[in-house]
């Protein structure tokens, strides 16, 4: 793998993960708070954290020429081609654990994104906090296994 390609992709893959970490942190702040203004603006963080995690996915995707034609299954085609080694071009980016807490943000941002007379629940908002922080855990071991791999 070239040198120079290689080096832009892990540059950008930082730098991603750099605007997780500033989500992150907004949504530990945002936890702390009270109110239904409050549980929007937590609500509106996790989809955001979705959203960057995707586009950290659409770097590793664009990266390798992994295009996905189905645009009806684009978000989960995505985030399920990144759990897969493909032999010969990538190793796997996502673990199995790292998938499924996605796997659950992306469903919780689909309702929050399309579900306009939505009720936020702040039970079921918080369970969905404690999986995007156990994510937080992963993640970056999940990426310096994947950057390592391409050595």
């Known amino acids: 793998m070239e040198k120079e390609r ?77 759990k897969m080694p493909i032999e010969g071009v990538r190793p796997a980016l996502l673990s199995e654990t790292s998938y499924k807490l996605l796997e659950s943000l992306r469903a919780f941002r689909h309702v929050f994104r399309h579900a306009y007379s939505y009720e936020l629940d702040p039970k079921k908002l918080a369970l969905v906090v404690e999986d995007a922080l156990k994510l937080r855990g992963l993640y970056q071991r999940d990426i310096d296994r994947f950057l390592e791999q391409l050595q």
Request: charged share 30%; aromatic share 10%; hydrophobic share 40%.
């Open 6 to 82: 290689l080096s832009l992709l892990r540059a950008s893959i930082k730098a991603q993960g750099t605007e997780i970490e500033r989500i992150f942190e907004r949504i530990e702040e945002r936890r702390r708070g009270e109110g239904e203004a409050n549980l929007e603006s937590l609500a509106y963080q996790l989809h955001n954290l979705y959203c960057a995690f995707e586009d950290l996915l659409k770097i590793v995707a664009d990266f390798f020429e992994n295009h996905i034609d189905d645009s009806a299954h684009y978000h989960s085609a995505l985030l399920w081609r990144m």
